[in-house]
Each structure stands twice: as structure tokens, then as C-alpha cells.
């Protein structure tokens, strides 16, 4: 067995596991429902979480890995009772269908926005080539991915809640 | 659960080294976006895992008077947005940019993709064109080998017991003098796997998009039981103006490929790819290297 501490949806946690599970399982077993098995061998994205703030595949990815790192799930973007803009743009987009890839198509749009403002892009000269390339590790069987593309577009065209904070808190 | 039977997870390199020569069988496992499927699957060969993930000892890229040197355990996403690899060897980017999807590039490494000893190892073809070179660490030592002649069989290469590859070293594209293109055909724009890879270098003997191929780099994946250079078409369009030798190149290949029929596809629509994807890669680098000795012409004349 193996001891490690990690941050789970901004908890800290300090876990004792097997090395042989996978962050999948780890996450699970912590009752991160959310978080689902699809394919099992990286190629669906319904697993998607992001480890400081990468995108990665948890069915993919030893639970040792995850040792003094930050975990994100869906379970952890709603704050204080409000969808994130992104799960707010999934919503207002008709997004989602079935349901069971949403979580992670989420997780990868959430790390997607939050590296487009971290590069400086203007949502503008974002094509919808460059969301779909950015979300091809993620499969869906109901929408057609056009209301996903649509949802994605609706997110980046929000306005950056970290700026606003700093601009509320400017003299 | 992942099914391995021992696990170690060594703090630095020397001791990843002493536990993979202290056991013959152990494997070394960096991103595990291959061996953890394997393992998933019950492969016997992967139960015993030396966890080199994120070891500090194979991070980062530098560059030392014109040669990119890549830890082994660079994530292809961070080749991706690497401003150093991208002015470097822009081929290597190019390819990077086909691997699977995000989430994968985001966890899978060079040094990975290489050791596994994949005929469709979409790094191998840009590697083979820029004539890498492989630093390797064993309980012997160090050495410093070409990539190519690494590749023995499929799944099988000459990494020796307990060794573990450090970094990929290579000499700027400029320095080599080379226009580059690299391109995937495969059914799906992402998340699958190569038909075909090919990659091509040229410099030309003057400027002109017309001029003389002084060189020629041809290399492919999926073309052979291991990703392959082509020495007859290399050798084929030596000297001859470039419309000749795209032609003479194309007549040559079938001696340096031996492409397999499976369910992905027949062995003659291999060949077919191949002879088309020659064709247009060894055109688009020579446009590149065209545009880019008129940018430098430019820059000296300024």
C-alpha cells in the first residue's frame, strides 16, 4: 500500500491506496461519481479530469501519479449553489443529451478556455476547427458535437472571471 | 486496477537504473498511455513496472550551440507549445500535433513513444529525417547512439538491460540546411492510429523552387515492420532537378518499404499512399526550404 496527499476539488486529502489503481478508481472510491469508465483505454474522454490543470485521461493514469497535485473533477465547478460558465454554457447550449460524456467534455473545455486566457487569445480567431481539434479526445454518441462546439464558443466568449475580480478590486 | 505484480518508483535515475538491471524483466514506464492499456489487458509482459514518471532527471528541454536536447519524458504537449522545439526542429511540432488527442499528449512522452518500438510511432519519421540521436544510461554508462538502426522489430529495440533513455538530441533543421514537412494519413484527423507517416527533408543546390535536390531524407511509419529511412529513393534523387526526382523517388520506394496488409488496410493502398505522400512532402519541403534560404537571402541583404 501506498500513502499520498492531494487537493480534490480544492480539499486536501491524505489517501492510503493500492499502487496498482488508477486515479480513476481513486476518484471513484471517494464517491466522484462523475468521473466514468468508458472505453477504459484512453480513447473516449468520458474520464476526463484535470490534474493541475492538465487534461488527462484518470483511466490512463496511475493514482500514484496524483502525490502533491491538485485534482479537479466536475463535482468541484459549482460554486455556492452556480454552475461554472462552462457547465452553464453546456446547459444553455443544449449540450448535453444522454449525459454520460458531459463530465468529462466539461473538465477538457474548462482546461481549453482557461489555457486560450492563459495564451492571450481573442475568442474571435478561435475557429471552430480549434475547438474540435481541442476536444477530439472526447467522444459522443447523441449530439453531433454541434451544440458542443456551440457550448465551447458560448464559454470562451464570457467574460474572464479572474480579470473581473482584479478589476472589482482596483482602486 | 492495473494488473502489474512489483512496483517501484525509483527518486532518481541511478537508482531507476539499478532496479531495472537488478531485475531483467522489469519494464520502465514514463506516460503508460501504451503499457497501462497493455496492462489493463493482462499482458504478462508488463507486470513488473519501474515508475519513471515525472522523474526530474528526464524533464525539460535546452539547446546547446544549435542542438535541441529533449528529456525523454517530455509530454508531446509540452514539445507543442515549446517556443525553443518549435524553432528548432518544427518538423518534430508538426508531427507532435498528430498524436492521439490532447488528454494523451498531455500524459504520453517522446522517450515512450520511441522505446515502445512502434512501426507507427508518429515521432519516429521527423527523428529518422533529423538524424537524432538517442542519449541512453545503463548500469554501464552512458552512450550516445543514432535513432537510426534503434528500431529492431516491431516492439523491439536496442535498448540494452537496465538502461533507460535519457534524452533525444538534435541538430537544428537550419543547421541542417533543410526544408521539412511531415504529414499522418489515417482514417481519423485524431485519436487513431497512422496508415502511413511520411516525412521528408530536402535542401536544393540553389534557390529556386526548381533547383537541383542536393538531399534528399525521406522516412516512413507503418511502411515496414519498423518506422524506416530510404536510402535507394534518397540516393534515386541525388542531383536530378526536382520534378525528376519526386518521379525517380517514386520508382525507387519499393525497394526500401515493405508495407503489410491488415484490417486498416491492403498492402497495395499502402504502397499507393506512400508514393503519394513522397510525392507531395518532398515538394512541400522543398517550398520551405525555397522560401526559407529567400527569407534568409533577405535578411542579409537588409
Not at chain 2, 517522446?110 to 521527423?126: K, Q, V
Not at chain 2, 534503434?150 to 543547421?175: A, C, M, N, T
Not at chain 2, 511520411?198 to 531524407?217: F, K, M, P, T, Y
Request: overall charge neutral.
Amino acid at each position: 500500500m501506498l500513502t499520498l496527499s492531494c487537493t480534490i476539488n480544492d480539499r486536501p486529502h491524505e489517501l492510503t491506496i493500492d499502487p496498482r489503481s488508477s486515479l480513476l478508481d481513486l476518484l471513484r472510491n471517494q464517491g466522484l461519481t462523475s468521473v466514468k469508465q468508458g472505453c477504459g483505454v484512453g480513447e473516449c474522454g468520458a474520464c476526463t479530469v484535470l490534474v493541475d490543470d492538465t487534461a488527462v485521461n484518470a483511466c490512463l493514469y496511475l493514482a500514484a501519479w496524483v502525490h502533491g497535485k491538485r485534482i479537479r473533477t466536475v463535482e468541484g465547478e459549482v460554486r455556492d449553489g452556480c454552475l461554472s460558465p462552462v457547465q452553464q454554457a453546456y446547459v444553455d447550449a443544449g449540450a448535453v443529451q444522454c449525459g454520460f460524456c458531459t463530465p468529462g467534455l466539461i473538465m477538457t473545455t474548462t482546461a481549453f478556455v482557461q489555457s486560450c486566457r492563459e495564451q492571450g487569445r481573442d475568442p474571435e480567431d478561435i475557429t471552430p476547427e480549434d475547438i474540435r481539434r481541442a476536444h477530439a479526445g472526447n467522444l459522443c454518441r447523441c449530439t453531433g458535437y454541434e451544440t458542443i462546439v456551440q457550448a465551447v464558443r458560448q464559454a470562451l466568449e464570457q467574460p474572464d472571471p479572474s480579470k473581473m475580480d482584479t478589476e472589482s478590486t482596483a482602486p | 486496477m492495473y494488473a502489474f505484480e512489483s512496483y517501484h518508483r525509483p527518486q532518481s535515475l541511478t537508482d531507476a537504473v539499478a532496479l531495472l538491471a537488478a531485475n531483467p524483466f522489469a519494464r520502465p514506464m514514463a506516460g503508460g498511455t501504451d503499457i497501462l492499456v497493455r496492462l489493463r489487458e493482462g499482458h504478462k509482459d508488463y507486470a513488473d513496472i519501474v515508475d519513471i514518471h515525472g522523474l526530474p532527471e528526464l524533464e525539460g528541454m535546452s539547446a546547446d550551440r544549435g542542438e535541441l536536447r529533449i528529456g525523454s519524458g517530455t509530454t508531446f504537449a509540452a514539445l507543442m507549445t515549446s517556443s525553443l522545439a518549435t524553432r528548432l526542429a518544427p518538423m518534430l511540432i508538426e508531427a507532435a500535433g498528430w498524436v492521439a488527442g490532447p488528454q494523451i499528449r498531455n500524459t504520453a512522452t517522446i522517450g515512450g513513444n520511441i522505446c515502445n518500438g512502434s512501426a507507427c510511432a508518429d515521432s519516429a519519421a521527423p527523428l529518422l529525417v533529423l538524424n537524432a540521436h538517442l542519449d541512453l544510461i545503463g548500469p554501464e554508462g552512458q552512450r550516445l547512439i543514432p535513432l537510426r538502426g534503434f528500431h529492431l522489430g516491431p516492439g523491439r529495440v536496442e535498448r540494452r538491460p537496465g538502461e533507460i533513455l535519457r534524452s533525444v538530441r538534435i541538430k537544428s533543421e537550419q543547421d541542417q540546411g533543410l526544408g521539412t514537412a511531415y504529414v499522418k494519413y489515417s482514417m481519423r484527423q485524431a485519436m487513431d492510429i497512422a496508415t502511413i507517416g511520411c516525412g521528408a527533408g530536402v535542401r536544393l543546390r540553389d534557390d529556386q523552387s526548381n533547383g537541383i535536390v542536393d538531399e534528399l531524407r525521406l522516412a516512413f511509419t507503418v511502411a515496414a515492420p519498423t518506422p524506416v529511412r530510404c536510402p535507394t529513393a534518397e540516393a534515386a534523387a541525388r542531383g536530378l532537378p526536382l520534378s525528376q526526382a519526386v518521379k525517380a523517388v517514386a520508382e525507387a520506394l519499393d525497394q526500401d518499404v515493405s508495407p503489410r496488409t491488415s484490417w486498416r488496410a491492403a498492402g497495395d493502398f499502402r504502397m499507393h499512399i506512400i508514393r503519394t505522400l513522397a510525392e507531395r512532402m518532398i515538394r512541400t519541403a522543398a517550398k520551405r526550404f525555397a522560401s526559407s534560404a529567400a527569407n534568409h537571402q533577405e535578411a542579409r541583404t537588409c
